[in-house]
């Protein structure tokens, strides 16, 4: 039969169900009518005759029922009435219904804000065409662990041009620039790229075109495509800004082009696109790294393949150039994996956790379900005895559950509102598009299915439990399951415990490695500094000597700051993320280049160290006598020296650099040793670091360091200070160094802060639950305490009886925890700094609350237990 | 256990239907004479009560077979005459044909003897 007849039948008979009913009555009278007549033709008298025909007949209603429940529309109204029914219960038990709800609502809620987190950052698509062909390549450290570091570009026209599996292939990397011309100079994020970019990211203009491959050449390149938002804010969406010119950095540059409104790249987006101009002898330049790669693989080629082949050219290239390749090799992997490996564990992790805490809430749940369901017995065994089936039964203690799952479900995602908003105000910066996490269309899949699903996994003990009850059950009165159904409860509380342990012990390690964190000296004192980012325009500052006056008068200018007490500067600063690095020579020691040290470079002025409060550990630090003009001079950091000069004497020693971050190559001469310096954050390594005197290094960028009490608080007028110098400089905003400190911890504090809450949340879950276990059986055995009582049991004789009852059941589940905690909390070793996985202070300390909150969740029961009068106690029932 | 069935408890639900179509392709019945008359062609093998019947009227009418309507019986009752529809008669057809070929295949297997396979 057609599904439309299907269907139209069963809504046909939904609608005339009253008419259908009459009809059938009728007929079935009749029906009788005509039996009771054939039985007195037969010869019966009229009673006899009525006795038996109702006898064959059967009862009239059930015949009824037999006769509905064909057709699918029965089902539906068997639901529905089971919904009517299942309200009702809620209704009248409010209380259990508010507390069920409350404990869905959190675990729901808590699932739904992880899932939409996860969805955001992990699972939804990159916001460009057919993005699952975007691969990230780079270059790595030969036989060293992958680390996709930046290239040269010498290496990336070999690969772009050599490779048999990218349809094209892309470099960049991107910078801050001043926009001047336009009044106040403005901050602008620019993205240099090469000409690849527009189809490897499938994006093009929507106005203009985009760059020219020979734009790629320094000269050809004061081109720029703008955004969307560069393009609404600066020419206010006019089509004429194509063909126009703008200043960055004071360098004009002439608009080709507008992207598409939507269009972001990198994630968090870009102001401007230029294209970078090469210098002809690039192709010397082999050992530069700092280019991005990016390419799209051609249409059924995989990552890996791709991989094979560029490690293929790679191999080639390592022997043609062994002074600068010899050290390198590359690899390729999706995009997409490449800008979540780090965050992706940790997610997961806290994924995992929250699904515990769900399975801890339908726990509870089911547990609660079941204490009811001892008192609802009667009530069951009666429908039981009028004819109600077993899969009846359990259809309408399931249907309940769902009634609670849904309204957990719809507080849920209330909750999970207020956290995502939470989230993305207070969320770490540096998790890739945790700022757009949405409540989306997925999401409420998820809910839904995490609602429904927990409805299954707390409805079904209690429904089997109840539809196995016997209807002769209600003959004996007293129904012999109490006890079992305690059995039963006292181990669903005893799963509760142990993933609570678990969770604790997760979350006692974090906490652990992160108080340590907090406690790790940088080699800086962040407190009471202030900074400030400048960057000059290199067309007002060309030469050395007026980038020299303007750090001069920049810092002279800070120090007017009221109760500043030192002023410097330096770049890059420790913790903005930026990093400088170059290859040297020592003089005196013949190393050949291809085995060349490298270190990091620091540019920094004479205060700087006295700001930070890095200590000069021997010879001198620089004075204002180390300036343009003077003898090069060089800072060592201990590491550097430990590394490069084992003997220990590096003062006096004459040092080679490279070209780096800006600077010409220069030499230098070692004049004294400093402190240490974690400038990655304090989960990193000290690297050997050497320093260049700021006003020798040419730099038309860098950092000024602010030291005094409450200078903190004058941000403003500090910034403003410098801003009056000169208004085409970029100043930054300024930034208390305590929050740079802090934001280097954000995703730490963020997974911390989570799974910290997530066990608190399962811990009290499973104290609420061990409290209502222990009532409950107080409850059950007033009368065998009050006989205890009468006997002359004493009051801690009682108290103790109920509290080990409660004790053994945490402590078994604490030791379950225990054992699952030391196997699983492997899978977040890699968020520990400091604390091993099995750290037995943080677990003890974590065993130690649990056994607390479980002690009082049963003490409180127990002392009611102990003023049970007996004369009450035995006077009921 | 409701009293559903005493005799028809061997009967499959398809063949109860087969015989209802059967009973109402010779003519237009009600419920209670579609029950004797299977009764009575069967000569009282099948004794189907009213457990069965309706709601297998019900299931076949929902499935186009058959269709009710209210008419005066012989006694001058109103009562719900069933008809058979042209789907039913093409599905009576069918199942007959289907019902011929599995008995004549079930007796043909159950009076085999040694030596005819």
Not at chain 1, 300 to 305: I, P, S, T
Not at chain 1, 662 to 683: A, F, P, S, T, Y
Not at chain 1, 684 to 706: C, H
Not at chain 2, 58 to 87: C, F, P, Q, S, V
Request: charged share 20%; proline share 4%.
């Amino acid at each position: 039969m057609a599904l439309f007849s299907i269907i139209s039948n069963g809504l046909r008979s939904l609608f005339r169900r009253r008419r259908m009913e009459g009809e059938l009555e009728e007929e079935l009278r009749g029906y009788a009518e005509d039996t009771v007549q054939e039985k007195i033709r037969a010869g019966e008298s009229p009673d006899e005759a009525m006795r038996q025909a109702r006898l064959e007949m059967g009862s009239v209603d059930a015949l009824k029922q037999d006769v509905r429940e064909v057709g699918w529309e029965a089902t539906i109204e068997s639901f529905l009435l089971d919904v009517r029914f299942g309200a009702r219960m809620l209704r009248k038990n409010a209380g259990f219904t508010i507390i069920a709800v409350l404990t869905l609502a959190l675990g729901i809620g808590a699932n739904t804000a992880m899932f939409s987190v996860i969805e955001a950052v992990l699972l939804k698509p990159l916001p460009y065409s057919d993005a699952g062909k975007i691969a990230r390549v780079g270059s790595t450290r030969l036989n060293q662990e992958v680390s996709f570091g930046s290239s040269s570009p010498p290496d990336f026209f070999d690969w772009r041009d050599q490779n048999r599996t990218f349809a094209t292939m892309f470099a960049f990397y991107s910078t801050e620039v001043a926009l001047t011309g336009r009044g106040e100079a403005q901050h602008v994020r620019e993205l240099l790229a090469t000409a690849g970019i527009f189809s490897t990211l499938a994006a093009h203009p929507i106005l203009g075109r985009e760059f020219r491959t020979e734009e790629n050449h320094m000269g050809a390149d004061h081109v720029v495509v703008l955004s969307y938002g560069f393009w609404q804010a600066q020419f206010g969406g006019s089509p004429e800004a194509v063909g126009q010119t703008i200043q960055l950095d004071s360098q004009p540059y002439v608009v080709i082009g507008v992207m598409p409104e939507a269009f972001r790249f990198p994630l968090s987006g870009s102001d401007v696109y230029v294209p970078i101009g090469f210098r002809d002898n690039v192709m010397t330049q082999r050992g530069a790294h700092y280019l991005y790669v990016l390419g799209r693989l051609t249409d059924g080629v995989r990552v890996a393949q791709a991989n094979e082949d560029l490690k293929g050219i790679m191999a080639q290239l390592r022997k043609l150039y062994p002074d600068k390749d010899a050290k390198w090799d590359v690899a390729v992997a999706a995009w997409s994996n490449v800008l979540v490996k780090d965050v992706r564990t940790a997610l997961l992790v806290l994924l995992a956790a929250v699904g515990l805490v769900v399975l801890i809430a339908c726990a509870n749940i089911s547990n609660l379900l079941l204490a009811r369901a001892t008192t609802r017995t009667r009530e069951l065994t009666m429908r039981r005895a009028l004819g109600a089936g077993r899969l009846r039964l359990a259809r309408q203690v399931l249907t309940e559950g769902l009634l609670l799952a849904v309204l957990g479900g719809a507080t849920g995602l209330l909750l999970a509102h207020w956290a995502l908003n939470a989230i993305v105000t207070f969320g770490p910066k540096d998790i890739p598009r945790l700022g757009s996490v949405t409540l989306n269309g997925s999401v409420w899949w998820f809910t839904m299915w995490i609602s429904l699903g927990s409805a299954l996994l707390f409805g079904l003990i209690p429904a089997l439990r109840s539809s196995g009850l016997d209807a002769s059950g209600l003959v004996r009165s007293s129904v012999s399951s109490p006890r079992e159904a305690l059995k039963l409860r006292s181990w669903l509380l005893i799963g509760e415990m142990a993933l609570s342990m678990m969770l604790l012990a997760g979350a006692g390690l974090l906490i652990r490695s992160f108080v340590g964190l907090r406690a790790v000296n940088a080699g800086f004192e962040p407190t009471d500094v202030l900074t400030i980012d400048l960057s000059l325009p290199n067309a007002r500052y060309n030469t050395s000597q007026a980038l020299e006056m303007y750090w001069n008068q920049a810092m002279a200018r800070a120090s007017t700051v009221p109760s500043v007490t030192a002023v410097g500067a330096a770049y890059p600063l420790p913790l903005s993320g930026d990093d400088c690095s170059s290859s040297f020579d020592i003089v005196g020691s013949s190393i050949p280049e291809k085995d060349q040290p490298s270190a990091r470079i620091r540019a920094a002025s004479p205060d700087y160290f006295r700001v930070m409060q890095i200590p000069v550990r021997h010879g001198r630090g620089f004075t204002d006598a180390d300036r343009l003009g003077a003898p090069r001079v060089l800072l060592a950091s201990s590491s550097a020296v430990r590394t490069f000069f084992p003997d220990g004497k590096a003062i006096g020693r004459i040092l080679h650099f490279g070209a780096h971050c800006g600077q010409e190559k220069n030499e230098g001469e070692i004049v004294g040793i400093v402190g240490d310096v974690l400038h990655d954050g304090v989960d990193s390594a000290a690297l050997p670091t050497f320093y260049t005197p700021l006003a020798q290094s040419g730099l038309d960028s860098a950092t000024v360091v602010i030291r005094g009490a409450g200078v903190v608080s004058q941000s403003q007028s500090a910034r403003k200070l410098l801003q009056d110098i000169d208004h085409q400089v970029l100043v930054g905003e300024a930034v208390p160094m305590v929050d740079l400190v802090d934001g280097s911890l954000g995703q730490r504090r963020f997974y911390m802060l989570l799974l910290g809450a997530f066990a608190a949340l399962a811990l009290t879950l499973a104290a609420v639950g061990l409290y209502g276990v222990i009532s409950y059986s107080v409850a059950q055995r007033t009368q065998e305490i009050g006989i205890r009582v009468a006997l002359g049991a004493t009051r801690g004789e009682v108290l103790g009886m109920v509290m080990r009852h409660g004790m053994q059941v945490a402590g078994v589940g604490l030791l379950i925890g225990l054992l699952l905690a030391l196997a699983l909390t492997r899978t977040i070793k890699g968020l520990l700094v400091g604390v091993s996985t099995g750290d037995p202070i943080t677990l003890g300390c974590t065993a130690a609350v649990l056994l607390g909150v479980a002690g009082v969740a049963c003490f409180l029961p127990a002392r009611r237990a102990t003023r049970i009068d007996p004369a009450v106690a035995l006077r009921l029932d | 256990m409701s009293p559903k069935s005493e005799k028809l408890q061997g009967i499959v639900q398809g063949t109860l239907d087969m015989l209802i179509l059967k009973t109402l392709a010779l003519e237009p019945m009600h419920g209670y004479g579609i029950g004797q008359r299977i009764e009575q062609i069967s000569n009282g093998v099948f004794r189907v009560n009213a457990g069965s019947l309706f709601p297998a009227f019900w299931r076949l009418e929902r499935k186009g077979w058959i269709k009710g309507e209210w008419r005066a019986t012989e006694n001058n009752r109103r009562a719900k005459y069933y008809l058979l529809t042209d789907a039913g008669r093409k599905k009576l057809q069918s199942e007959t044909r289907e019902w011929r070929a599995q008995s004549t295949a079930i007796a043909r297997i159950l009076e085999a003897e040694r030596g005819e396979v």
